[in-house]
């Protein structure tokens, strides 16, 4: 496809899901603090009536604008059709179900287009806080309109981070002394914080999949910044296994120093965990 050709088609296909995911969002905001019916996936996971809901009409919507693109969400059984597709959507109805549950305002709606294995577009909207981040790769990053940039921060001193306690800890016992420490329920919102340069490292454990991470790759790295693995590694995206490592977005200039307090944080807990966050 020439160059031209496919800028344009990525722009459709922005347009597109940046309308889907607005409106999802307004469907699980009708439920937000209304006490939705909540169930229990696999060992511990909530789900509930909204995210449900949300699911259903991102995957109704988008599949009847894009017949012929795969499908990867967290509320939608998996099947291998979509690794034979060129361009799949990977969805996030709620990201940050627990959060939504309990009344936390962190939670968004995320939606990304990948082709191959690299995210192409991508929307992810936080309707309690009215912030939607869009972005195409190759033509950077927006929130609510605003080009994202990451922060300039070179020095792990005084950065601002945002983690699980074990992470937020073991920068802390290496003698970094924060600013600002912040947990919160929502991995894809929490890493779009470096992109929009308000955290400069954020990390999850071991065990985050595709949807929540597709469309905020995008967005991190279309804002200057890094999401990767402990060894250094960029993400790949819809692969038979949709699982990731412990991962971290930052600054450029942070990246490396990160790992190594993560990668000791992680030692001895196997390549994959249980739950991500």
């Not at 894009?66 to 509320?75: A, I, K, Q, V």
């Not at 990246?255 to 994959?272: F, K, N, Q, V, W």
Request: overall charge negative; hydrophobic content about 45%.
């Amino acid at each position: 496809m020439p160059d031209a050709e496919r800028v344009l088609d990525r722009t459709a296909d922005l347009e597109l899901i940046v309308e889907a995911a607005q409106e999802a969002g307004r469907i699980a905001l009708g439920y937000f603090k209304r006490d939705p019916k909540v169930w229990i996936k696999g060992a511990s996971s909530p789900v509930s009536e909204a995210d449900l809901a949300a699911d259903h009409y991102l995957r109704t919507t988008l599949m009847a604008a894009r017949p012929d693109y795969g499908w990867l969400s967290e509320e939608t059984a998996d099947t291998p059709d979509r690794l034979g597709r060129r361009r799949v959507f990977v969805v996030d109805p709620i990201d940050g179900t627990r959060g939504f549950i309990d009344g936390h305002p962190d939670w968004c709606v995320s939606v990304a287009i990948v082709e191959a294995d690299t995210p192409a577009a991508a929307a992810l909207f936080a309707p309690v806080r009215a912030e939607l981040f869009e972005g195409v790769v190759g033509q950077g990053a927006r929130l609510n309109g605003a080009r994202l940039a990451v922060s300039g921060r070179n020095r792990m001193e005084g950065a601002r981070i945002a983690g699980p306690a074990r992470h937020l800890r073991a920068m802390s016992a290496r003698g970094m002394d924060a600013t600002e420490r912040r947990f919160t329920p929502s991995l894809a919102y929490r890493f779009a914080l470096v992109s929009a340069g308000r955290v400069d490292v954020a990390t999850a454990r071991p065990g985050a999949y595709d949807w929540d991470l597709a469309a905020v790759d995008l967005l991190v790295h279309e804002a200057g910044g890094t999401l990767r693995d402990l060894e250094g590694a960029r993400l790949r995206f819809n692969g038979a296994e949709p699982r990731h490592p412990a991962l971290i977005a930052s600054t450029p200039a942070l990246a490396s120093a990160a790992e190594t307090i993560i990668a000791e944080a992680e030692a001895g807990r196997g390549a994959l965990g249980s739950t991500a966050s």
